[in-house]
């Protein structure tokens, strides 16, 4: 089982970029998914989160600017990244709870993606 992020990037003040990070495996279900980010020399925070049944919460600094969206079927969580400011600036995580089959048992994981770096230049 493993999450895998992709779409980051360089992107002018005011651009727009979107995340995507995919859950594959042997999953059973995929429970909460989330969007985290970590600044240089900054501790890593909750940018947004998605429930499996769509409940969303967002930080404060990306709320009107950013959207988080879900495919369940695929197992898939997005952020849109729009009106993207220098301070946005960061290495962006994906997270979710996934339950998932190993040999005779179920296993409850909290996985991270790989990280997917996203610049903003003034």
């Known amino acids: 089982v493993q999450l895998q992020a992709s779409g980051g990037g360089l992107v002018q003040a005011g651009g727009s970029l979107r995340l995507s990070c995919a859950a594959s495996g042997s999953i059973l279900r995929v429970d909460d998914m989330a969007w985290y980010r970590q600044a240089q020399g900054k501790e890593r925070e909750l940018v947004a989160r998605i429930t499996s049944g769509g409940g969303i919460n967002y930080a404060d600094s990306v709320k009107d600017r950013f959207i988080i969206s879900r495919d369940n079927a695929k197992n898939t969580v997005y952020l849109q990244m729009n009106s993207l400011k220098p301070e946005d600036t960061a290495v962006y995580y994906c997270?979710?709870?996934?339950?998932?089959?190993?040999?005779?048992?179920?296993?409850?994981?909290?996985?991270w993606g790989q990280g997917t770096q996203v610049t903003v230049s003034s």
């Open positions: 997270n979710a709870d996934i339950l998932y089959r190993e040999y005779d048992s179920v296993v409850a994981w909290k996985a």
